[in-house]
């Protein structure tokens, strides 16, 4: 442990920023930092433009020097934004870093009362005067390092999962995939093509599904999900629950002994399963056995049964034969691995639109959502890529797209937000259907066409010049016809500004999108945030647009907001690249905040132990005497514990108890009274 | 229902302003008032944050600490129950919250001084509607007869 200096008296020096005018504009700066070098202990208070730009961060080296200043303290904007920014300049000043103390007078204060002057200046003098009080009793700290193991965990196989996992892998670390689905490969693996290159889905996802089954660093793990996560960066331990599949793979059946055995994905016992039922990944618009792969290009290529529906008959089990693949009576088994490093990219659903009474899907037959439109213009979906009508299998003519159906929303039934990429694969569709059916015309009805990537918006021209109707307005409604089953689109063109219904033979709905349904529960295990509408919130929208909150935990793609394919990909690979850092440093710094026993006045009650989420505290005999003990590796921080101790004999690192009260009373006893 | 103590002690000074103290925890209420802040949303002016980790570090003996020394409110505020970056420490706060609320009922204060709020990273506008509602509490409530005595 480094020294600890001892210091006389506190010195603390103020430096109070105009931020520009975000902070100037409305708080009067002299003012304030006249008002602080009244204040006790405070031995040179001043300003700049930017304390975040070197000169200003060179004026705090320069006053611990000349100043033997012991605290520092500086009024800007949050400290969530820069006091990692202000501790290192403290640091390089010669202090020890955790004697910074930050007055958050931007955020909640000059932002959110630009037009009080008085009363903003008057706050940032309290909070000035509340950190001095705290900078006064700060402490020298030393950061904790603990080593990271050297493997990363990706969560979701889709392609933004399997992405992230191909550069962690390919950057020599092992890499634990999760997939609760049987195969990798997403909702990317249900579409056709993929704007605006109109490349076929498949043919450019599944390279990528087999080099993820390859590689020698990913360790593939479908049909499992995230039962409980402990640990802290560096040292998380994922227990897993691998769902009981009912097949064994081929390295399983080596293990057992069946040599030569294992699925080897022939699909006899496919042929001779008895049930049937609906194939979730064609939504439900094809059939499925109850022993089952989604389709012929999974990765991994081995079957599964769902237990929910199979009737344990054993046919399939007889064709197996001598391959001894399937066990019938397989249950859930747990397995806990250790990473230093985890990527969440858990995806999205589709808004349940038929929440949307009045455009009738699951109502009318031939109202489809977009995700239907794109199985059925398939190659490889239910009706081989000829697009029929539910009602009668006819081919549509004239097919009516609904876009926003259920984004940008303020009803409270939809989603207020934007799902970034429904105008276009819309338009994309439109293309679709002008280049399979002869005659065929799409009728495009949209509030705004956003196409804002790279090539977009020259594809939107490409399909008006193709023929596509483009008819702004939101559609009001949509009525069917009971005889033809053609349906009426009713709305309001807003750009001729008249009522129009329009005959159509099908209707798309571009539907919402939505977190995926395990979201919340997935972020609660891995203690990551979320926004408003329910995506996994980032550290900054700007800055940390791939990390979380939590240390370690990362975001790739849908799970964070809304984006298209090209955009998550390419944030999974920032989230690899971030979470490959700390395990490629070997080793990361906790912040000192762990509890710490003064065991002169522990009375060994024990009352904290219990209070402890991470069961860090254990009671020891030392001396003679039960007291308490800290494990500080597996101490977060919360200081749960010494916000209860009845003896006041538990200090909180950066936030003991002095500190605290110092803060209170520097707010309700000092000042100008 | 105030004590005979809280109906004594109002003030008819208009421009009585109420000092509340809040304590917020960084992961949730501190980045909610934060986001306040980046969309610019006003809210009034009389209320001083103090930031701890966690709710859970909320010492009912701090509450007790502001109230002595002429606080007329004290707010706490975390994460959405659930969603507390260290599990639970906020449940630990609110079962605290209770216990004090009665103290200081029993002591003559009025229990709705203390309030605790339950404010997400993502909820600057509730942040900004929180401190409102806050302040009109407080306001309406008058000055703490703490101070009284004190005078």
């Known amino acids: ?673 | 229902m105030h004590s005979c103590l809280e109906v004594n002690s109002k003030m008819a000074d208009e421009n009585w302003k109420p000092k509340i103290i809040a304590i917020i925890c960084n992961w949730c209420s501190y980045a909610g008032a934060d986001l306040a802040g980046s969309a610019r949303t006003q809210y009034p002016t009389d209320i001083r944050a103090i930031r701890v980790m966690c709710t859970g570090r909320v010492d009912p003996l701090f509450i007790m600490k502001a109230f002595q020394d002429g606080a007329d409110g004290v707010l706490i505020s975390g994460c959405h129950f659930g969603d507390c970056h260290y599990l639970e420490g906020n449940y630990k706060a609110a079962k605290r919250m209770f216990l004090l609320k009665s103290v200081l009922k029993n002591i003559g204060l009025d229990d709705k001084r203390l309030r605790m709020t339950f404010v997400s990273a993502s909820e600057g506008a509730k942040w900004a509607t929180v401190m409102e509602d806050v302040v009109n509490t407080v306001t309406e409530l008058g000055p703490s007869p703490l101070n009284e005595f004190a005078r």
């Open chain 1, 1 to 673: 442990m480094a020294e600890v200096k001892k210091y006389e008296e506190p010195r603390i020096g103020v430096f109070v920023c105009h931020c520009g005018t975000n902070i100037a504009g409305s708080i009067d700066i002299k003012a304030v930092m006249e008002y602080a070098s009244t204040l006790p202990n405070v031995v040179i208070a001043d300003d700049y433009q930017y304390m975040c730009s070197t000169p200003g961060q060179n004026k705090i080296g320069e006053a611990i020097e000349e100043q033997k200043l012991t605290g520092v303290v500086v009024a800007a904007c949050s400290p969530r934004l820069h006091e990692p920014t202000f501790r290192a300049a403290t640091k390089e000043g010669g202090l020890n870093p955790f004697r910074f103390e930050m007055a958050n007078i931007r955020e909640q204060n000059s932002w959110v009362h630009m037009h009080q002057p008085e009363e903003a200046t008057d706050k940032a003098k309290d909070a000035v005067r509340i950190a001095v009080a705290k900078a006064s009793l700060l402490e020298d700290l030393i950061p904790k390092s603990v080593p990271v193991e050297r493997a990363a965990m990706v969560v979701g196989g889709g392609v933004g999962g399997m992405q992230a996992a191909l550069d962690l892998a390919s950057a020599g670390i092992k890499t634990y995939l999760v997939e609760k689905e049987p195969s990798i490969g997403g909702k990317m693996s249900q579409l056709d093509k993929t704007f605006p290159t109109l490349d076929c889905s498949q043919c450019i996802l599944t390279p990528k599904m087999v080099d993820v089954y390859r590689h020698e660093n990913i360790e593939l793990l479908t049909y499992t999900e995230v039962e409980a996560v402990e640990g802290y960066i560096g040292n998380f331990d994922v227990t897993l629950r691998k769902k009981a599949r009912g097949v064994m793979t081929p390295d399983e059946a080596t293990e057992r002994g069946i040599i030569g055995g294992g699925c080897n994905g022939c699909g006899d016992c496919e042929d001779v399963c008895p049930v049937i039922r609906p194939n979730p990944f064609e939504l439900g618009m094809s059939p499925m056995k109850a022993i089952y792969i989604y389709h012929a290009q999974v990765s991994p290529l081995i079957y599964t049964i769902d237990f929910d529906s199979c009737v344990k008959c054993g046919l399939c089990v007889d064709v197996c034969g001598d391959k001894k693949a399937i066990e019938l009576d397989a249950q859930d088994t747990f397995e806990t691995v250790k990473v230093g490093t985890i990527v969440l990219a858990t995806g999205y659903d589709i808004f349940p639109v038929e929440e949307k009474h009045e455009w009738g899907y699951k109502n009318y037959d031939n109202v489809i959502t977009s995700l239907e439109f794109e199985r059925l213009i398939c190659a490889s979906g239910p009706t081989g890529g000829h697009l029929i009508r539910p009602s009668d299998g006819a081919t549509p003519k004239k097919v009516g797209f609904v876009l926003c159906a259920g984004s940008r929303d303020n009803t409270g039934v939809g989603k207020p937000y934007c799902s970034r990429f429904c105008c276009m694969y819309s338009l994309k569709h439109a293309h679709q259907i002008i280049e399979k059916i002869p005659g065929a015309v799409p009728y495009i009805f949209y509030m705004d066409i956003r196409s804002f990537g790279k090539m977009y918006e020259e594809f939107y021209y490409r399909i008006q010049d193709e023929g596509a109707k483009f008819i702004r307005g939101r559609v009001a409604n949509i009525q069917e016809d009971p005889v033809t089953k053609n349906l009426h689109i009713n709305t309001e063109d807003t750009l001729l500004g008249r009522p129009i219904d329009v005959e159509v033979d099908m209707v798309v709905l571009a539907a919402a999108v939505q977190p995926a349904a395990e979201t919340e529960a997935t972020r609660r295990l891995f203690g990551v945030s979320c926004s408003q509408d329910g995506w996994l919130l980032e550290a900054h929208p700007k800055l940390n647009p791939c990390g979380t909150t939590t240390a370690g935990v990362y975001l790739a793609g849908v799970c964070q907001g809304p984006k298209d394919i090209p955009d998550t990909v390419a944030q999974a690979e920032g989230a690899a690249s971030a979470a490959s850092i700390p395990i490629h440093r070997g080793e990361v710094e906790l912040e000192p905040y762990f509890a710490v026993c003064i065991e002169d006045i522990c009375a060994g009650c024990g009352m904290c132990i219990n209070l402890c989420p991470y069961q860090a505290l254990a009671l020891v005999e030392k001396d003679g005497r039960t007291v308490m003990q800290v494990t500080e590796a597996k101490c977060k921080g919360c200081g749960t514990c010494g916000g209860f101790c009845p003896g006041g004999a538990i200090r909180m690192q950066h936030f003991t108890t002095p500190q605290i009260v110092a803060q209170i009373d520097a707010f309700l006893l000092g000042g100008e009274q």
